[in-house]
């Protein structure tokens, strides 16, 4: 079975940043594509960013120019790095990992932005 471990996150003043991880029992490469959702009480859970296994990225336009997505392939990982922040973005971040015809999730790491 694929695991998907994520990590990272905590309480940051608005204005801050923070980098979430994603770590996974197979080879990065071996996914069509891995990223970053994050959802609020109540609300859907919406993407953020993505990484495809060829390297490109994709971003929400909300966070274009804030936020980073990357990878390191030798420790099975991908990052989030998050700038910035803001008290809206305050939910839980969830990594997920795509190999068709299953995509796999990570358990979700709350992030907090607050004074």
């Known amino acids: 079975q694929v695991r998907v471990m994520d990590s990272g996150g905590g309480l940051v003043q608005p204005g801050g940043s923070l980098r979430l991880s994603c770590t996974t029992s197979e080879s990065v490469l071996s996914f069509d594509a891995m990223g970053w959702y994050r959802q609020t009480p109540g609300n859907q859970r919406d993407l953020v960013a993505l990484?495809?296994?060829?390297?490109?990225?994709s971003y929400a336009d909300s966070v274009k120019g804030r936020f980073t997505i990357s990878r390191d392939n030798a420790r099975n990982r991908i990052y989030l790095q998050m700038n910035t922040l803001r008290p809206e973005e305050t939910a839980i971040y969830y990594c997920?990992?795509?190999?068709?015809?299953?995509?796999?999730w990570g358990r979700g790491t709350q992030v907090t932005v607050a004074s």
């Open positions: 997920y990992a795509d190999h068709p015809p299953t995509r796999f």
């Open positions: 990484i495809t296994s060829s390297g490109d990225t």
